[in-house]
């Protein structure tokens, strides 16, 4: 039984197109997040999401957007996809939004916009 | 993102090798720190997690903190090919909320040859 399952694991598409990663949790957990990991490795917070409300937003284009159904789900929808957005994307979830209940991580999904 | 500092190797050692993996920062509002592990093709997954100054042990794993120097370090006694991953080291100023924010380093590739 995966934990934190993401959909698709690859996805390449052609710049200008408009794309969404699904991500569902089985664990019970309230808090989900959205990752992306550039070709340079880092892993940087996109979006924060506790019970269904946005919590943290940092600074992504607004071409990107997030939407919760439910607590177990969070889905990461892209517009206008550009090149500089080629990179692995992690959704993860926590118990509660504090840091120190750990994320459980997805498998990533390797975006290639060509 | 400079705020993070880690080396990313790739460190080679043989089997039964003590590994030292280290990060420095250089926000001294860091309190809690972490160390993940990422196999690859996978999403990070904690292992140990930290808080404040000090050293924390499990099994063959010992995390330790100075915030003296900024400087955080992680052995690895023993190594085993399993532990053959890229180790992320990752902090925040904070429990929750917006100071939660993850900040992680590139992360160091580790391989253990039997």
């Keep these: ?114 | 993102q400079k705020e993070v500092e880690q080396d990313p190797g790739p460190l080679s050692v043989p089997e039964g090798a003590i590994v030292s993996l280290n990060c420095t920062y250089s926000n001294s509002a860091f309190q809690y720190f972490m160390w993940y592990r990422q196999y690859s093709r996978k999403g990070p997954e904690l292992l140990m997690y930290t808080y404040s100054s000090g050293n924390k042990e499990d099994g063959r794993f010992t995390a330790q903190v100075d915030k003296s120097s900024k400087y955080i370090s992680l052995f690895i006694r023993d190594s085993q090919p399993s532990d053959s991953a890229t180790y992320l080291c990752a902090m925040s100023e904070g429990y929750g909320g917006s100071q939660g924010n993850l900040i992680f380093g590139k992360g160091t590739k580790l391989s253990v040859k039997p």
Aim: with cysteine; hydrophobic share 30%.
């Design chain 1, 1 to 114: 039984d995966t934990a934190v399952s993401q959909t698709p694991k690859y996805l390449v598409t052609q710049m200008g197109n408009d794309k969404s990663i699904k991500c569902e949790q089985n664990l019970g957990h309230d808090t989900m997040y959205w990752y992306k990991q550039d070709s340079k490795k880092f892993l940087k917070i996109m979006f924060s999401y506790n019970n269904k409300e946005l919590i943290i937003n940092e600074t992504v284009p607004n071409r990107f957007s997030p939407k919760s159904p439910d607590k177990a789900h969070l889905n990461l929808h892209i517009n206008s996809l550009e090149l500089g957005d080629s990179a692995v994307y992690f959704c993860a979830s926590s118990r509660g939004p504090g840091v120190v209940y750990g994320y459980t991580f997805g498998s990533g999904t390797r975006l290639t916009v060509v």
